[in-house]
């Protein structure tokens, strides 16, 4: 098959070696074989994201959905609020979960390009002692914006409540230090910045957290974040037929990233995005979001003048290249360009050579 360059953010390009894991061969989860792989999967996970402990993991046989809506169904107590910060598709999507369990919520809406007013947060926290957890995104896929982690995660600290972070596009891509953040649940996914395949998600979990959710109801059978938790700690199994060839290379995502560094894997990401806004900026396309808002693997660009998204996106796949759309009110008006993945600096040029051409054609 042809080589196709997929910009789309997630699921992104993958190495070979990640690939060729899927090979492994067939393999009955209830086996000690299976075992293995997830302790040492749940390993590879805090190694890389909470070193320094105090956290632990639950896999989740599901897409990025699957963990946040485990997690959010898993955190409220009964008759309390969860706070959600809205400013984009996935905070929306946090949104949609709480109504589907019929969940008190207080909702703070800002405009898809704004950052959050931090204020307005601490405010509405501390005048409602019944909001229990606050629900962020940390980098909106929908428009490339990162949002202010470490500022949140301050005041719901010092408020006592339970911060919850979808990092589905922002681990493993963009800064964060879970401990020192104050996250208390973390929500990934394998396909993003991983760089794994599609099938598998996570969630990180304060040690602390853990604890307060032990005294919630399940509300899910499927979902139940400490169910999920306590087989695979304490059994190491899963308690549904999992994804076993999706482990095998998510395993060998993590032992790449680890082998990179998150810092190096970091590192490459903002390398390939400074150069990719440098050259859009010389091809005279627009940002859609301020430098200062900007994450490390997705630029959301204006479409030029007369251009229909459809055009641009056709054209470029002819030539090998996957973009993507935008979402919501901005769908007519921009698209969006991910550099996630398994990338090198020549895919980048070729990339801008050819969106060139499209552009003069
Ligand atoms: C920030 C964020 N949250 C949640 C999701 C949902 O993930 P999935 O499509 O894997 O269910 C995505 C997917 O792009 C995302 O970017």
């Known amino acids: 098959m042809k080589k196709i360059i997929l910009l789309n953010p997630g699921p992104v390009c993958t ?6 894991s899927l090979l492994k061969g067939d393999m009955c989860h209830r086996e000690s074989e299976f075992s293995t792989i997830l302790t040492n999967t749940r390993k590879k996970i805090l190694q890389a994201f909470a070193p320094n402990g105090d956290y632990t993991t639950a896999i989740i046989t599901g897409s990025g959905t699957a ?3 485990a997690g959010i169904c898993s955190s409220l107590s009964d008759d309390k609020k ?7 598709v996935y905070g929306e999507r946090i949104s949609r979960i709480a109504s589907a369990y019929r969940f008190k919520k207080v909702e703070l809406k800002y405009d898809w390009c704004e950052r959050p007013d931090i204020k307005e947060i601490e405010d509405t926290i501390s005048k409602d002692p019944d909001i229990e957890v606050v629900a962020m995104v940390h980098h909106e896929t929908t428009t490339g914006l990162i949002n202010p982690i470490h500022e949140v995660g301050a005041i719901t600290k010092k408020h006592g409540r339970t911060f919850f972070l979808d990092s589905v596009s922002g681990l493993g891509g963009e800064e964060i230090d879970l401990a020192n953040d104050n996250v208390d649940i973390c929500i990934c996914t394998a396909n993003k910045c991983i760089q794994g395949l599609p099938g598998l998600s996570f ?21 139940n974040v400490i169910s999920q938790l306590d087989e ?9 037929t999992p994804s076993v060839h999706t482990f095998y290379s998510f395993e060998e995502a993590l032992d ?9 894997r970091l590192d490459r990401y903002k390398k390939a995005s400074s150069y990719l806004r440098k050259e859009f900026k010389r091809l005279n ?5 301020p430098e200062g808002h900007l994450s490390n693997t997705i630029t959301a660009l204006y479409l030029p003048q007369n251009m229909t998204y459809a055009h641009l996106h056709d054209s470029l796949k002819e030539r090998g290249f996957v973009i993507y ?5 901005l769908n007519k008006k921009i698209f969006r360009i991910a550099n996630m993945g398994e990338l090198t600096m020549d895919d980048l040029e070729s990339l801008i050579a050819n969106l060139q051409e499209v552009l003069s054609e």
């Open 285 to 289: 396309l627009e940002l859609l979001l």
């Open 82 to 88: 969860i706070l959600i910060i809205n400013n984009g």
């Open 232 to 240: 695979q700690e304490q059994k190491g199994e899963c308690p549904f």
């Open 67 to 69: 963990s946040l809506e």
């Open 203 to 223: 969630l990180l979990l304060k040690q602390n957290e853990v604890k307060r959710m032990r005294n919630i109801q399940p509300r899910s059978l499927y979902l």
């Open 256 to 264: 790449e990233l680890l082998e990179e560094g998150v810092q190096g």
């Open 325 to 329: 759309a935008g979402q919501g009110e």
């Open 15 to 20: 190495s070979e070696r990640v690939r060729n």
